[in-house]
C-alpha cells in the first residue's frame, strides 16, 4: 500500500522530468564515449558529425529533437522501473524464491538476536551507575544503530531478506511498536495533514531513495555497451554495487528516520481529525492507537470512545 502511496505521489510532481532526464543524459553520454572507445578513439565520431552538417537545417533541427526526446523518454522509462526495482531490492520476490529467502530472513533474525542479546549487556556497561571506557560506548551506539536498521527479533514474521528491506520495515513497524498507530494503514490518512515543511522534507528524502534506485537500474543498463568497450561491465556493476550496498541503505535510513518522526511530532492529527479523544498516558496511548487504526480500517460500532466535539 506504502509502495503504491509513494508512486501516486512521485507521479505528480512535475519537477521530475528533468531530475531523470540528467542521469539518462549521463548514460547515454557514457554509451556514446563507449562506442568512441571501440570505433577507435575520439575521430570517429567526425562521420557522424560530418553527416549531420550535410543536412539541411530542418532536418539537423528534427535529429537534435529526436535526441533529447529519445534520452528524455528513457529517464522517464527508468523512473517509472524505480518503485518495482525498490521493491525488489527490500526483498519482496516471487514464490519460487521462497527457499532463499527463506534462509536470508533466518539469518537476518539471528544475527538481531545476537545482536540485541549484545545491546543488553552494552547498555548495563555505559548507563549509570557504569562508568564506560570509549570503546564500550563505540560498541553500544554500533550496536543501538544496527537494531534500529531491522524489525525487533521478537517478531521475525516482519523480517524481510535484505538489509534494505529491513531498513524500510523497521522504520514503519516502529510507531506501531510505540503508539500503536500501524504505518501502513495510517500514512495515506496522516499525509494531507502534515505541514508543508515536513512533507517537503520526505518527499526530498524519498526522491533521493528512487534516485538511487535509479542509479541501480542504469548501472545493469550500461552493462549493455560491453560490445563496443569491456569497460562498460566493471563500470556498470561498480555502480550497482555502490548503489545497493551504500548509497541506498544510507537513504532509506534517513527516509524511516523522516517517518518516524512525522508520527512523533504530528500524530496528534489523526486523532483530532477523527475527533478521537487523545490519550492520557504512553500506556493508554498504545492501546488507543491500536483501536483508532482498526477504526480507520475497518470501522466500528461500538459505543466508546466518546467523540470529542469539533472545534468551534
Known sequence: MLAAFWQA?????????????????????????????GQGGPHALSRPARWLDQQTAPTQLAVILMVLLAVSASGVIVSQAATPVLRLL??????????????????????????????????????????PTSKEVADYTRLERRLRRRPSPATPGYFLPTSIGNILRAAERRPLNKYGLDTVVLWPRLWPALPDNTRADILAARTALDSATCAVIW??????FAPFSVLAVPLGIAVTTVAIVLVIPARAQVFGDLLEAAYDQ????????????????????RENGQRLTAYLWRGSDDTIPVFTRPPD
Do not use: M
Not at 483530532?272 to 504512553?282: D, E, Y
Open 9 to 37: 505521489v512521485g507521479g505528480k510532481l512535475a519537477e521530475r522530468a528533468a531530475a531523470v532526464s540528467i542521469p539518462a543524459l549521463i548514460f547515454w553520454l557514457g554509451g556514446l564515449a563507449a562506442w568512441t572507445l
Open 90 to 131: 527490500e526483498g519482496y520476490w516471487p514464490g519460487w524464491t521462497e527457499p532463499v529467502r527463506r534462509r536470508l530472513v533466518h539469518r537476518a533474525v539471528t544475527r538481531a538476536a545476537d545482536d540485541s542479546a549484545a545491546w543488553q549487556t552494552a547498555y548495563a556497561r555505559v548507563h549509570p551507575p557504569a562508568t
Open 219 to 224: 548501472g545493469v543498463l550500461f552493462c549493455a
Open 266 to 285: 504530528h500524530r496528534t492529527l489523526l486523532y483530532t481529525q477523527v475527533r478521537w479523544p487523545l490519550p492520557g498516558n504512553p500506556r493508554e496511548e
